[in-house]
């Protein structure tokens, strides 16, 4: 009998030792496991629903250690994971009824189990809104529990670094958006340091209500300008005062919807689809509507931007007609 009970006591603290290579958050690196998150397509985040606006965080485990390390993963992650959010009031957001739902049920839940040799990563998507009630735009601080045993057993977890979400307001209502100053304001009108989205939902508003000087604001005229090569080869070889000239009457020219006469259309409506960037180059697709006389014609541009001195400015588009409605 004190034989069995050796052999039990033996097979009891090897489980535990396993158990241990990704138990304790504090102890994660000298037990060798290790999960981290970053964002999977950085881009601007709004609020709204998981389908229309996803925020996909990509999520990594990591053996650091000399040793294999073994850990279950659930084909539903959501028992496998735990996003953990707070706003800057330090108030923790509540999690979404679908996650509390499915915890709540009684169902099988099937997974697989991982090895890890040294030095390997296991890595995943998920979307944020999948398990985080976000509802309005804030400042919001991020981070995930992983649960190698599943959420069964959330005693045993690691705990990811923290990531810094932005949402910003939907630009679904981007026609009332109030524009730097009122129109015949005397005040000196100074670009803002604002993201890609919002420079060109300005640059369109503006539009929409003639406001010149606002139009102009964020639109790299000399950039608009070589966009004739016509234009461009005889910019790049004139002098500098005659350069000046040939800005202001390009200038001139789109006011008086002479020329590039689809950067100065008037939609009646407009609504921003998708905005992508890096540190200095993006693009932002906006679905606009122009009103005729029985019908209203669809377009999507695309606006090029590009980012100097952190200002973000439009400097190329495009365009593609979508038909009637």
């Known amino acids: 009998m004190n034989i069995k009970r050796f052999l039990l006591a033996v097979i009891s603290f090897s489980c535990v030792l396993s158990f241990a290579q990704v138990a304790g958050t504090d102890k994660a690196?000298?037990?060798?496991?290790?999960?981290?998150?970053?964002?999977?397509?950085?881009?601007?985040?709004?609020?709204?629903?998981?389908?229309?606006?996803?925020?996909?965080?990509y999520i990594t485990v990591s053996n650091r250690g000399n040793s294999t390390l073994r850990f279950k993963i659930a084909d539903d992650k959501m028992f496998s994971v735990d996003f953990i959010g707070f706003?800057?009031?330090?108030?923790?957001?509540?999690?979404?009824q679908s996650l509390v739902r499915k915890r709540t049920t009684n169902q099988t839940v099937y997974f697989r189990e991982i090895s890890l040799e040294p030095g390997e990563e296991y890595s995943f998507r998920e979307n944020l809104k999948d398990y985080l009630e976000i509802k309005d735009p804030s400042i919001y601080y991020v981070?995930?529990?992983?649960?190698?045993?599943?959420?069964?057993?959330?005693?045993?977890?690691?705990?990811?670094n923290r990531l810094s979400l932005e949402i910003r307001p939907s630009p679904s209502a981007a026609s009332s958006t109030a524009l730097?100053?009122?129109?015949?304001?005397?005040?000196?009108?100074?670009?803002?340091?604002?993201?890609?989205?919002?420079?060109?939902?300005?640059?369109?508003?503006?539009?929409?209500?003639?406001?010149?000087?606002?139009?102009?604001?964020?639109?790299?005229?000399?950039?608009?300008?070589?966009?004739d090569p016509s234009r461009g080869r005889k910019y790049n070889l004139a002098g500098a005062d005659e350069r000046a000239d040939m800005l202001r009457s390009f200038k001139a020219e789109l006011m008086l919807q002479r020329i590039d006469y689809d950067i100065v259309a008037i939609p009646a409506k407009f609504k921003i689809e998708t905005t992508s960037y890096s540190q200095t180059e993006g693009s932002v697709k906006v679905l606009e509507w122009f009103k005729n006389d029985n019908f209203m014609e669809r377009k999507r541009y695309t606006y090029y931007v590009r980012q100097r001195d952190g200002i973000?400015?439009?400097?190329?588009?495009?365009?593609?007609?979508?038909?009637?409605?």
């Not at 706003?87 to 979404?96: D, E, F, G, I, M």
């Open 29 to 57: 690196e000298d037990s060798g496991a290790d999960v981290s998150i970053k964002f999977y397509d950085r881009t601007i985040y709004y609020p709204g629903s998981p389908e229309e606006n996803p925020v996909y965080v």
């Open 87 to 96: 706003n800057v009031k330090k108030r923790q957001l509540a999690s979404t």
């Open 143 to 160: 981070e995930l529990k992983f649960y190698p045993e599943l959420y069964r057993n959330k005693s045993v977890s690691l705990t990811s």
């Open 180 to 227: 730097p100053v009122e129109a015949n304001s005397a005040v000196v009108l100074q670009p803002e340091d604002i993201g890609p989205d919002r420079v060109v939902e300005q640059t369109i508003v503006a539009r929409q209500k003639s406001l010149w000087d606002q139009f102009f604001l964020y639109i790299d005229l000399e950039e608009m300008l070589k966009r």
């Open 312 to 325: 973000w400015q439009i400097y190329d588009y495009t365009v593609d007609n979508l038909g009637t409605e």
